[in-house]
């Protein structure tokens, strides 16, 4: 039995459908929508948005974060939503696991599809003995 999407999630999974509309996908025609929540409760979304020099394309779940960032500065991220229309749902990749660890160690991260099917997961567990700001200060 595949799980369906915790009513607790329902919000931040409508945000990320929502921000998967804008995708600017014509190279991989691949639509993906991203949300966070913060610690504070809010919640911010994006798109993957690709470039024709391929390696300029940003992740939706890095474009989510950036626009929180630029929007309120120094957040902490409770929850990561990634919606796509695929089976299984897509988890984040690598960099976006990294660039969520710097403002969220500990979030939630919820790989979903469209049907609703998810995988509900720690950083912590997809992101082993992450490279942190901490160590810099050692
Ligand atoms: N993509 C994301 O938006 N998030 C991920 O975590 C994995 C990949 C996008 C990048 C590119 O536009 C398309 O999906 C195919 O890699």
């Known amino acids: 039995m595949k799980k369906q999407m915790p009513e607790k999630y329902m919000a931040l999974y409508e945000a990320a459908k929502a921000a998967r509309a804008n995708a600017y996908s014509p190279y991989s025609g691949h639509k993906v929508g991203a949300a966070i929540k913060t610690a504070d409760g809010e919640i911010y979304?994006?798109?993957?948005?690709?470039?024709?020099?391929y390696g300029a394309t940003n992740c939706a779940e890095r474009v989510a974060i950036q626009s929180a960032v630029a929007a309120i500065g120094g957040i902490r991220i409770s929850e990561v939503m990634v919606v796509t229309d695929a089976t299984p749902p897509w988890p984040p990749c690598g960099i976006c696991r990294q660039v969520i660890a710097e403002f969220g160690g500990e979030a939630t991260v919820i790989a979903a599809n469209l049907s609703g099917e998810c995988r509900v997961m720690k950083l912590a567990e997809i992101l082993p003995d992450a490279f942190t700001p901490e160590h810099l200060t050692k």
Do not use: A, F, H, R
Not at 45 to 53: L, V
């Open 45 to 53: 979304g994006g798109c993957n948005i690709e470039n024709s020099s």
